[in-house]
């Protein structure tokens, strides 16, 4: 334990001027990233890793999985380190400094990505010249991905590049913030907007338009129905709380006025299923709803009326798995075997579809993440990187 703490305090303030680099590269999901990219991919390099990107189509957005293997031609088994790179947006004006230069008091950082998830990525970028060091006998992989807080764009395009490498993987950690407890599941997560065309008119007359708020508001009903059949379903398992898939409706925006009928109206809704057949279940019923009952309707009245469902994300759920060589392997890290689930998507259900044993632990608690005056506690730093030593020293032959 002493030597431990001895390495931790020698790398903790490269942690934190890592961290706070990280910080001030402004990579909002949608936006570049290449900048960090570039940034993290130099000092893996430096360190001898074998680094490869895979580029969205805009090329502003970049995964990097980088690769140390002490030297050796290990090509199989290794353990994957994961953090995506992107942050959501901060209000600047409410934040008490600049959302973009990472403040330090009272034992914490403060900054946006501070706790989801830069501090992690920073955990690891400080560790990896003695996982370089060492003599590992697994390679050590670290993946940063773009574009998580937006369904998971950056890590499938990773996958499929991974795919074709052909390589093997023993484990995965996704370090999101959950104070460094093992997460074994979490729900999907998937995100819509359907847009609703009608015909303008004047109220007086409703008849000869379409009022487009009127059917949102049906197919809104619809939605609330399924809500209900969710609850109904038989599940497999009840980790979850509430232990069923979930639906909600979080906007609804349409029309100008009392008396105009509207010929617009969108809506925003959600689905958390905790089985994909559940997400499947509401997509079909709700899209032969819109088609069969209220489409035909609108379009004898106005046939260029047109209902349009846009699908923001699907992010895959993340199922536990009695066994998990990942959850056991980080539970052994930590000495904590309390285990968890959570109501918040991360890309660990997309590693887990590829085949690799995946477990969430990361430094932070989710109360900080997304908020005003985001924060981690060095505590919390600390405890990732005893983590991460752990790993190195059972990693070494
Ligand atoms: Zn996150």
Redesign the pocket.
Known sequence: MSTQNKVIDEIFPNTLKILSDLIKFPTISGASNLKLIEYCEKRLNKLGATSFKTINESTQQANLFSTLNGGKKLNGDGIILSG?TDVVPAATKEWSSDPYIAREKDNKIYGRGSC??KGFIACTLAMAPLFASSNLKKPIHFSYTYD??TACLGAPVMLDDLKKRKINFSACIIG?PTSMKAITAHKGYNEYITEFTGLSGHASDPEHGVSAVEYAIRYSNKLMELRDELKKRKQKKNVFSPPYSTLQIGKINGGIGTNVIADKCTLDWEARPIAQEDGEFINKNIDSYAEKTLLPEMRKIYPKSNIKKITVGEVVGFDEKAGSEAVDLVCNLTGDNSKDVVSFG?EAGLFQEFGISTVVCGPGSIEQ?HTVDEYITFDQLKLCLKMLIDLKERLKN
């Open positions: 995506h989801d998830m998580e807080e999101e991360t993440a």
